[in-house]
C-alpha cells in the first residue's frame, strides 16, 4: 500500500508500507525519488511542506539556479555532469526552516557517434576512449563487433541493412548513432 510512512509528517499512515513521497510537513521538507542518472536529468521535486498562502519557497541549486514555486512539485534539469545539491528555504510567519538534498549524481553521456561507410569498412569519426562501443545490424548486436570500426568485408560474407553504433558509459550512460544503410 502507497502512502506516507513517515511518524514526523502531518499525514503519517501506518498502514502504508511503501513511501510515495505523499508526506507533508509543517516545515521544510523535500522529496526526490531520482538522484542519480545521466545527462540531461531531470528530476521531479516534490514539496512536502503545508505551504501557506503568505508563504515563500525559495528552491537554491547548486547548479546555480534557484526557484521560488510554493507548489506541490515542479521539475528542474541537471544539464551537465556533476554532483549537485538542493537547499530549501521556507519562510512563514517569520519563521524559517530549511532543508537540504545532497548527492544528487548526473553522469556524462558519451558522444553520439557519427559514423561513415568506405569500401566496406564502417567508422566511427568521432568516437573517443573511455567508453564501450557496439555495433548493431537491422536493431541486433552484431557478436565481436564492439570497436571504433566495423570491417564489413571480414565477416565471411557481405551484411546488408541498417547500422548504428552505440557508446555507452560504464555508469550506463548511452548514445547511438544515426543509421547508415549498407
Keep these: 500500500y502507497y502512502g506516507c510512512t513517515d511518524v514526523a509528517a502531518i499525514n503519517f499512515d501506518p498502514t502504508t508500507n511503501f513511501n510515495d513521497g505523499s508526506c507533508m510537513y509543517l516545515e521544510a521538507s523535500l522529496f526526490v525519488a531520482t538522484t542519480e542518472g545521466c545527462d540531461p536529468l531531470t528530476i521531479n521535486v516534490i514539496n512536502q511542506t503545508v505551504a501557506y498562502p503568505e508563504s515563500v519557497c525559495e528552491f537554491i ?93 571480414q565477416t565471411g560474407q557481405f551484411l546488408s541493412g541498417d547500422f548504428q553504433l552505440t557508446s555507452s558509459s560504464d555508469q550506463g550512460c548511452s548514445s547511438t548513432s544515426n543509421t547508415e544503410f549498407v
Excluded at 546555480?64 to 506541490?72: K, P, Q
Excluded at 545539491?85 to 526552516?97: C, E, H, M, R, V
Excluded at 538534498?101 to 569500401?119: D, F, G, K, S
Design 61 to 153: 541549486f547548486s547548479s546555480g539556479d534557484t526557484i521560488y514555486n510554493c507548489g506541490s512539485s515542479f521539475n528542474y534539469t541537471f544539464s551537465e555532469p556533476g554532483n549537485f545539491s538542493i537547499t530549501y528555504n521556507y519562510y512563514f510567519d517569520g519563521f524559517p526552516s530549511s532543508a537540504q538534498l545532497n548527492n544528487i549524481i548526473v553522469n556524462a553521456t558519451p558522444l553520439t557517434p557519427i559514423i561513415t561507410e568506405n569500401n566496406g569498412v564502417l567508422s566511427c569519426a568521432n568516437c573517443t576512449g573511455g567508453v564501450n562501443y557496439q555495433w548493431t545490424l537491422n536493431n541486433a548486436n552484431i557478436q565481436n563487433a564492439n570497436n571504433t570500426s566495423f570491417n564489413n568485408l
